[in-house]
């Protein structure tokens, strides 16, 4: 039990539609990385919020963005979804700096 | 581009046998390294981490080690257990970059 929550677990959505997805950090973390996990493959970083603030981006296009909060917290939004957009989304929270990152469970996106 | 890969996709061992799971990467700049393990269904969990200034780490029934000058690092798990089954994920991350690069994965099947 890593302490980082991630909501909703799974959800189902159409091309097209937009989809917010969110993310507690472990307490006393000031940091907030997504990940995202296609089925049978390792996590690709998405990007990173530090001071509610990104400062780290992967390959990933503009319509994937994100938000952190006063408290640590964090959402990610995907517009225009695709199909290829199905995959695990997961959040993980470190403390600015360090490299070990704990990851929440995930939320499990579907696009139809 | 820079990449982390896996010798073995899957990994069958008897319960009570140590397993040895490989893992290869490219960027010469890599100066952390860490080990997780997904269970189905399950956010990826810390097993161990490794610095590129150290060849060998131990922890609790787990040992890292890191060859940098064939650019390799191996996961042994000492006894392996049922519960040991799961997909196990070797990353990297080199100092300035946000984020952590995964490989694609090793399932590991413990049999009873």
């Known amino acids: 039990e890593t302490g980082v929550t991630q909501s909703p677990t799974h959800l189902i959505k159409t091309r097209g539609q937009q989809v917010t997805l969110r993310c507690s950090s472990q307490?006393?973390?000031?940091?907030v990385s997504w990940y995202q996990q296609a089925l049978g493959q390792g996590p690709q970083f998405i990007f990173q919020y530090y001071r509610e603030e990104e400062n780290g981006r992967g390959n990933f296009p503009p319509r994937f963005s994100g938000l952190q909060f006063p408290n640590y917290s964090s959402e990610l939004n995907v517009n225009a979804l695709e199909l290829d957009d199905s995959a695990l989304y997961l959040c993980a929270s470190s403390f600015a700096g360090a490299g070990e990152l704990f990851f929440g469970e995930g939320s499990r996106l579907t696009v139809l | 581009g820079e990449s982390v890969g896996l010798h073995l996709p899957t990994l069958s061992v008897q319960e009570g046998d140590n397993s040895i799971i490989n893992c290869a990467y490219s960027?010469?700049?890599?100066?952390?390294f860490i080990w997780y393990k997904q269970e189905s269904g399950k956010g990826p969990q810390f097993i161990i981490d490794?610095?590129?200034?150290?060849d060998k780490r131990q922890g609790q029934r787990v040992t890292v080690l890191l060859n940098k000058t064939v650019k390799h690092l191996s996961l042994q798990i000492a006894a392996t257990q049922p519960g040991d089954s799961a997909v196990y994920f070797c990353a990297e991350k080199s100092a300035g970059r946000r984020a952590l690069t995964f490989g694609s994965g090793t399932r590991l099947q413990v049999q009873p």
């Open positions: 307490s006393g973390h000031n940091t």
């Open positions: 960027n010469s700049a890599s100066d952390y």
């Open positions: 490794i610095r590129s200034n150290m």
